[in-house]
């Protein structure tokens, strides 16, 4: 067990401790222009049920913070991957490998990953200044799924359900 610190617990600590938290694998995704853009993210979580709302939390670092962080950038997607899309969430997190054909589709303008479990539409709702992190909690105006089996992201590794 960890002392108390005043500024809290090591990176390389938490990261470990928290990587003992199964969580689904998620792209966010935006448009930029005319361009669509991706990350992946685990950090995603269902903030309320009325109204519909939704939190992911981006680094400062990421290009993906950049383009949610302007004003014009009102709307984001959230595609939570199958079991299947492990190497889309390889790609969006940028690592090497075969260049990948993305199945993009889009609703509405927004582009989204098809073939997911689950896809949502948000408008920012509000902008939280959090660490080395934002935070984006997002309105769904829209949501569809399928029932295949999620892509799940726990101690550092891919895994599926069994």
Not at 96 to 106: C, D, I, M, N, S
Request: with cysteine; charged share 20%; glycine share 8%.
């Amino acid at each position: 067990m960890t002392s108390p610190a005043p500024d809290g617990i090591p990176p390389f600590e938490f990261r470990q401790t928290l990587g003992r938290f199964a969580s689904g694998v998620t792209v966010i995704t935006a448009a930029d222009g005319e361009e669509r853009r991706g990350m992946t993210a685990s950090a995603f979580v269902s903030v309320s049920l009325t109204p519909p709302l939704i939190l992911v939390s981006v680094d400062h670092r990421a290009q993906m913070h950049a383009l949610l962080s302007r004003p014009e950038v009102e709307r984001f997607g959230v595609s939570i991957l199958s079991a299947a899309q492990r190497h889309l969430s390889d790609h969006f997190a940028g690592r090497p490998g075969p260049e990948e054909a993305v199945p993009w589709f889009t609703h509405e303008g927004l582009p989204l990953i098809g073939g997911s479990v689950a896809q949502l539409v948000c408008r920012k709702q509000e902008v939280i200044a959090a660490g080395d992190h934002t935070l984006y909690l997002g309105l769904v105006e829209y949501a569809r799924y399928t029932d295949d089996d999620p892509l799940v992201y726990f101690r550092g590794q891919y895994h599926e359900l069994v």
